[in-house]
């Protein structure tokens, strides 16, 4: 793989032609996302060595959203097993929104981690292993992975969500009464909501692309934050379903792991090479960024970087 910097004047032609889209409207099913201005663009790429390619808004922070179900997967798995887990929550692509009012599986539990219901299935998880802890060792292990000190949650976006996310309280309401749920249903939101608050830059989102790609290990150190157990088992579930109803036609147009999130985050990781993080706030009807899904496109076919490449 060329090192980073090799593949910049690519990188430059790719943000250019991603600059010229301009389809999908900015979220405002949580108000205080509304507000934001819709022309950020933002790219970002971590090589395993560490060096990073920063163009647009990269100094631009907006909250993780879903991208932070990718992180509280890692957390569960990292301190249940497998088996527990699967009681909870199933590895299956659901094809529907990311907020469907649950469908269960045939094991009576929501398809996967990445869509709202079984993220709020393994929040549940989070708490009853953490109890009173659950934020902060999930605000460290958000801020181990993206290789910094600490991270913070964005409390506007949070109080915005927290007021009004009706839909997400029927879908907890729904979990608690198949018995997924053994914390009150309020406390499971609050983290729920508060994870999706976390603040993040494109570069940051790079540099967790890259941990990723360097089998758990930040590029700059060769301290391992995840099992790369965990690994294996987040990255399979992002590549099937990371991006939604969109995932089938995801891996086969581009061909490597990724989530998205409604505030038009998209993080992507191409294993054993790099992290990849993209910002354009608006985001089309499945909730992810046409700008990320382009430029992904684009990076996979001109660099030849599909897991499946010939
Ligand atoms: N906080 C958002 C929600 O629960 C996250 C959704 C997303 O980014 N797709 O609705």
């Known amino acids: 793989m060329n090192p980073v910097s090799n593949i910049e004047p690519t990188v430059r032609e790719i943000f250019e032609l991603a600059l010229k889209l301009d389809e999908g409207k900015v979220t405002t099913y949580i108000p205080e996302l509304a507000g934001v201005d819709p022309d950020l663009f933002a790219l970002s790429i971590c ?3 560490g060096r990073t390619l920063n163009m647009g808004d990269t100094g631009h922070m907006f909250t993780m ?10 957390l569960v798995l990292e301190y249940y097993d497998d088996e527990t887990i699967m009681e909870r929550v199933g590895v299956e692509a659901t094809g529907e929104d990311f907020d469907s009012i649950i469908k269960l599986d045939h094991h009576k539990r929501p398809f996967n981690p990445m869509v709202n219901a079984g993220a709020i299935a393994v929040t549940d998880m989070i708490i009853s292993r953490f109890k009173d802890e659950a934020l902060v060792k999930s605000l460290d292990l958000f801020a181990s992975v993206l290789g910094k000190n600490e991270v913070s949650v964005d409390e506007a976006v949070f109080m915005s969500e927290y007021r009004t996310g009706e839909r997400n309280r029927a879908i907890a309401h729904l979990l608690k009464n198949f018995s997924l749920l053994d914390n009150p249903v309020e406390e499971v939101l609050a983290l729920y909501f508060k994870h999706c608050s976390v603040q993040i830059t494109t570069s940051d989102l790079a540099c967790l692309g890259a941990t990723f790609s360097n089998k758990g290990c930040p590029a700059s150190s060769v301290r391992q934050v995840l099992k790369r157990e965990t690994l294996q088992k987040v990255l399979s579930v992002m590549l099937t379903c990371g991006m939604y109803n969109y995932a089938g036609q995801w891996v086969y147009d581009v061909g490597f792991p ?15 090479k790099m992290g990849v993080g993209v910002f354009s706030p608006r985001v089309d009807d499945k909730g992810s960024s046409p700008r990320g899904v382009l430029v992904n496109k684009l990076l996979s076919e001109r660099l030849n970087l599909h897991i499946f490449a010939c």
Do not use: E, F, N, R
């Open 47 to 49: 090589g395993t060595d």
């Open 65 to 74: 959203q879903s991208i932070s179900k990718v992180l509280s997967y890692a």
């Open 258 to 272: 990724a989530k998205s999130g409604v505030s038009g985050g998209v993080l992507s990781m191409v294993p054993d």
